[in-house]
């Protein structure tokens, strides 16, 4: 049986996607919650009759359904633990509030978590209890009429002085001139939020703004900087456009445009916006050539002659920035799969003095070149250097381990396979390792 070996591999640009992570639920012990949802109005009525939908975000198949009854209260007396988003439909209405309390089912606590859901945001993502046998979660959603539902997030949005929420105001009071002076309040209660990173919160303040001036620049762009960073790419697509459609030299709408459009699967269109944001911002050249590549090694799964664009990108950034790591990692990718292994060991070679911090991904790369080339001693020796920078690299222990017994120095081998199982005990190799230990302590 001939082993071989595969390539740790790094990214050129990370892209960043918010998502909810969940805990799966065990096969035996499932810990279960019961969650109450309290559907009301502005004035705190309750709503009869509201739909409500359950899904959980691990399975999304298992769909739990129901509506509300007197005081707008439904019971879903049984949730196995996990992550849940609440879907919440009533005729003609649409969710301002949605507040969230895991403490106990006391009527006097404040809620723990309170969003404001503005008109493109989506539903919170609520964790259940991941601990204990039995939980309890109350909700309380807060739906307003559609034809208030603006003025009602305005004010909700907008406090007075004093701190309490003022009244809505009349729809013929809703002017530019009752937002303030200067810069806009919505406008700057977004940016301030959106700079502590709560972009859920700030998109319906920048959204209210561009009710009022739909062609302000710096809400256009914010909102859609605050759009990405939410996953909202084809929003965001679509914002930075009528942003570019003002104004066309605006600095770093392209680049942001680019990046919804990669998102977007649109790789062509991005390449050509991250090229027009070089001729506005040239000083940014060698990061949005990185873009550019990762665009372009995209494109290269259905146009193979886009992988060697990939690689003149990768190139004349390299020009530009000569021991940038991520590149050097991306160009040697490109080596490895068109097949050219002495120039694939030239890019980990400059690598490893490029990234000295992650140099145990690099020589375990170059040790996985020289194992699948049948030459284990050099493969072993890289193996080596990799524990040397990083002593717990699990799959060195292993590779190592293999490419010992193949010289037949069983009692090291099987210390790496021991270290293997230590640090990986429910590793892809684990089965291969206890059988070679198995074997050589025969």
Not at 55 to 79: E, H, V, W
Not at 409 to 422: G, I, K, N, R
């Amino acid at each position: 049986m001939r082993l071989s070996c595969r390539f740790l591999m790094r990214s050129l640009v990370v892209m960043v996607a918010v998502c909810a992570v969940a805990s799966g639920v065990p096969a035996l012990a499932q810990i279960r919650s019961r969650v109450q949802l309290v559907v009301v109005d502005n004035e705190g009525n309750g709503l009869k009759k509201a739909e409500i939908v359950a899904i959980n975000q691990d399975y999304k198949s298992r769909i739990q359904k129901g509506s509300t009854k007197k005081k707008g209260k439904y019971t879903f007396p049984f949730l196995e633990k996990g992550s849940y988003i609440f879907e919440v439909n009533f005729p003609g209405y649409r969710i301002l509030k949605l507040a969230v309390d895991q403490r106990g089912e006391s009527e006097t606590e404040p809620f723990q978590k309170e969003y404001i859901l503005g008109p493109k945001d989506p539903m919170p993502v609520v964790d259940l209890p991941q601990t204990g046998d039995y939980g309890y979660c109350k909700i309380k959603v807060t739906m307003v009429n559609e034809e208030d539902y603006r003025q009602a997030l305005r004010a909700l949005r907008k406090p007075a002085a004093s701190d309490e929420v003022v009244a809505a105001p009349a729809a013929d009071a809703l002017a530019p001139s009752t937002l303030g002076g200067g810069k806009d309040d919505a406008y700057e209660q977004g940016r301030v939020l959106a700079e502590t990173g709560k972009h859920q919160e700030a998109i319906p303040l920048f959204e209210l703004r561009l009710d009022e001036v739909p062609d302000d620049q710096a809400a256009l762009y914010a909102l859609g900087r605050s759009q990405i960073e939410m996953g909202l790419t084809f929003e965001a697509e679509t914002t930075l456009k009528k942003l570019i459609a003002v104004n066309t030299n605006y600095v770093s709408a392209y680049y942001y445009l680019g990046r919804a459009q990669a998102a977007n699967f649109k790789n062509a269109a991005a390449i050509q916006s991250y090229r027009k944001e070089i001729e506005i911002s040239p000083d940014r050249k060698s990061s949005l050539l990185g873009y550019i590549a990762n665009a372009q090694v995209a494109m290269s799964k259905t146009n193979p002659a886009a992988l060697d664009q990939a690689q003149a990108t990768l190139e004349e950034l390299l020009v530009e920035d000569l021991d940038n790591a991520a590149a050097l990692s991306q160009l040697a990718d490109i080596y490895r799969r068109k097949g050219d292994t002495a120039m694939q060991q030239d890019a980990y070679r400059r690598l490893v003095e490029a990234d000295p911090e992650n140099a145990d991904v690099t020589f375990f790369n170059l040790g996985a070149i020289a194992f699948n080339a049948g030459r284990r001693e050099e493969a072993a020796a890289h193996f080596e250097k990799a524990l040397e920078t990083n002593p717990n690299h699990p799959g060195a222990h292993f590779q190592l381990g293999t490419c010992l017994v193949g010289m037949g120095q069983f009692p090291e081998a099987v210390s790496h396979f021991e270290t293997y199982l230590s640090l990986e005990p429910d590793g892809e190799h684990v089965s291969s390792a206890k059988g070679m230990i198995a074997q050589l302590s025969k």
